[in-house]
């Protein structure tokens, strides 16, 4: 990733108007900023959150709150709890995701 001709600017997160996205259960919200070809996302799943496809898209991701797991097309599963983040590049692993109890989340792609 480069980041180019980005001025240093600050982001009140929760002053961006967040947007529904549903799972195949359960509901994500995310609050979005979009720098050139960078989106930047704040992302709160509700509890019982089952994401509704495969993603292919690479991310920078930590989890911030609650607990997110991520499963992998090949059947390999990762668990993330605050603190903890995952990089996956473009088309690399094909992966979804899920919570129990919710998470909040910030990410990079």
Request: aromatic residues 12%.
């Amino acid at each position: 990733m480069r980041i180019a001709d980005l001025p240093f600017a600050t982001t009140e997160w929760s002053a961006i108007e967040p947007t529904e996205h549903k799972g195949d259960t359960g509901l994500a919200y995310w609050r979005t900023r979009t720098f050139g070809d960078i989106r930047v996302r704040m992302v709160e799943y509700t509890p019982g959150y089952l994401a509704n496809h495969w993603c292919s898209k690479g991310h920078i991701l930590l989890c911030l709150e609650g607990e997110l797991e991520t499963e992998l097309a090949d059947g390999r599963w990762f668990t993330l709890t605050p603190g903890v983040s995952y990089q996956v590049a473009d088309g690399a692993e094909p992966h979804r995701s899920r919570t129990r109890i919710g998470a909040k989340l910030f990410i990079v792609d």
